[in-house]
T-cell receptor, first 114, second 115 residues
Framework: DQQVKQNSPSLSVQEGRISILNCDYT??????FLWYKKYPAEGPTFLIS?????DKNEDGRFTVFLNKSAKHLSLHIVPSQPGDSAVYFC?????????????FGKGTTLSVSS | DSGVTQTPKHLITATGQRVTLRCSPR?????VYWYQQSLDQGLQFLIQ???????AKGNILERFSAQQFPDLHSELNLSSLELGDSALYFC??????????????FGEGSWLTVV
């Protein structure tokens, strides 16, 4: 049973436009969410995170929105750049619980064309 | 460069064999995590160690085992290998044992191909 779902395997966007990547989760006990970006032949790199006590966190071109009632979060990239082309993983965890691990979705491949 | 070092980067071995993957965490990090990424699969959590002790177990097969040594490096042992074990194995590390605002950093992974 997948607790973190990224239902869109891929997304194509033009340079300069907004990219919106979506993630749904089923476990209402998750209270910390992260986005990781992965280029081919590299490990995932941390992008941005959000605690469940917030509904928005912004870092430069990247903004994550959290809708707890819908158990949904999204990552907005504005403006999108060709260098943003990568696989984006959504992850969730049970914060403050010792010995837990991040639960990842299967990822969404973003392609930004110039 | 995340600071997490994994060796070997690539490994090809036959079914039934045993391999060991090695991970050196970032300086100062006490937690080490192992993840498996197969084709069409997300990152599947295998196991976590914190300061030498096992802290959490995920979908790790009985044929697999891990340990964390006093110098904090970790090894993932995969035995009686099957074709389906072919995957990218990631090691990650973090300072603390929990995730409350605590980012985990991934290595570049070890590609295992079982033939």
């Amino acid at each position: 049973d997948q607790q973190v779902k990224q239902n869109s395997p891929s997304l194509s966007v033009q340079e300069g436009r907004i990219s919106i990547l979506n993630c749904d989760y089923t476990n209402s006990m998750f209270d910390y969410f992260l986005w990781y970006k992965k280029y081919p032949a590299e490990g995932p790199t941390f992008l941005i995170s959000i605690s469940s006590i917030k509904d928005k966190n912004e870092d430069g071109r990247f903004t994550v929105f959290l809708n707890k009632s819908a158990k949904h979060l999204s990552l907005h990239i504005v403006p999108s750049q060709p260098g943003d082309s990568a696989v984006y993983f959504c992850a969730a965890s049970l914060a403050n619980q010792a010995g837990t691990a991040l639960i990842f979705g299967k990822g969404t491949t973003l392609s930004v064309s110039s | 460069d995340s600071g997490v070092t994994q060796t070997p980067k690539h490994l090809i071995t036959a079914t039934g064999q045993r391999v060991t993957l090695r991970c050196s965490p970032r300086s100062g990090d006490l937690s080490v995590y192992w993840y498996q990424q197969s084709l069409d699969q997300g990152l599947q959590f295998l196991i976590q160690y914190y300061n030498g002790e096992e802290r959490a177990k995920g979908n790790i097969l009985e044929r697999f085992s891990a340990q964390q040594f006093p110098d904090l490096h970790s090894e993932l042992n995969l035995s009686s290998l099957e074709l389906g074990d072919s995957a990218l194995y990631f090691c990650a590390s973090s300072v603390a044992s929990t995730h409350s605002g605590n980012t985990i950093y991934f290595g570049e992974g070890s590609w295992l191909t079982v033939v």
